[in-house]
T-cell receptor, first 111, second 110 residues
Framework: SQTIHQWPATLVQPVGSPLSLECTVEGTSNPNLYWYRQAAGRGLQLLFYSVGIGQISSEVPQNLSASRPQDRQFILSSKKLLLSDSGFYLC??????????FGPGTRLTVT | GQNIDQPTEMTATEGAIVQINCTYQTSGFNGLFWYQQHAGEAPTFLSYNVLDGLEEKGRFSSFLSRSKGYSYLLLKELQMKDSASYLCAVRDSSTDKLIFGTGTRLQVFP
């Protein structure tokens, strides 16, 4: 069966510091991968998605970036965090255009 | 434009039935999803509708009317553990991406 991992689970970072969140998927090949952010009381906002290694589409202009160095690895990064980057970050995978399955999430607080 | 509307909050009693509505407007439609999200946790997939009609899965059912841009999630025999947010999401066929509503927070009381 497929499983999706995210780490860390929680993170507190000062403004201006770098960020690296990692997501890995097991039990499937060539999945579509997604990064979402969920701010308090708001819906899920798609940040990036990837249909293959090195193929990244950005949805929202911001100070975040994503990379997919391996088939089942998706990384979300920032060089300098802003207060507005605080939120619940969720990685998800899907097979082609079917339902998406979410990882456990990373709760980021920027202070 | 793209828009998904759901009620913000609902309350219900243990053992009862509750219906959570979702209306949508997208440039293209290729399926509607319902997710359950407990506080502080990730969303979990509940159901998928792409054709009109009712899909039943145990205590949960989901209905879709494409002509009306409308769906509902029906929860029967409510249990305390059903207290959660329920997210409606539509796949836009022009972009193949999921557009999520802000979710309906359901509180089940004994």
């Amino acid at each position: 069966s497929q499983t999706i991992h995210q780490w860390p689970a929680t993170l507190v970072q000062p403004v201006g510091s770098p960020l690296s969140l990692e997501c890995t998927v097991e039990g499937t090949s060539n999945p579509n991968l997604y990064w979402y952010r969920q701010a308090a009381g708001r819906g899920l906002q798609l940040l990036f998605y990837s249909v293959g290694i090195g193929q990244i589409s950005s949805e929202v202009p911001q100070n975040l970036s994503a990379s997919r160095p391996q088939d089942r690895q998706f990384i979300l990064s920032s060089k300098k965090l802003l207060l507005s980057d605080s939120g619940f970050y969720l990685c998800a995978w899907s097979e082609e255009s079917y339902e998406q399955y979410f990882g456990p999430g990373t709760r980021l607080t920027v202070t | 434009g793209q828009n998904i509307d759901q009620p913000t909050e609902m309350t219900a009693t243990e053992g009862a039935i509750v219906q959570i509505n979702c209306t949508y407007q997208t440039s293209g439609f290729n399926g509607l999803f319902w997710y359950q999200q407990h506080a502080g946790e990730a969303p979990t997939f509940l159901s998928y509708n792409v054709l009109d009609g009712l899909e039943e899965k145990g205590r949960f059912s989901s209905f879709l009317s494409r002509s009306k841009g409308y769906s509902y999630l029906l929860l029967k025999e409510l249990q305390m553990k059903d207290s959660a947010s329920y997210l409606c999401a539509v796949r836009d066929s022009s972009t193949d991406k999921l557009i999520f509503g802000t979710g309906t927070r359901l509180q089940v009381f004994p």
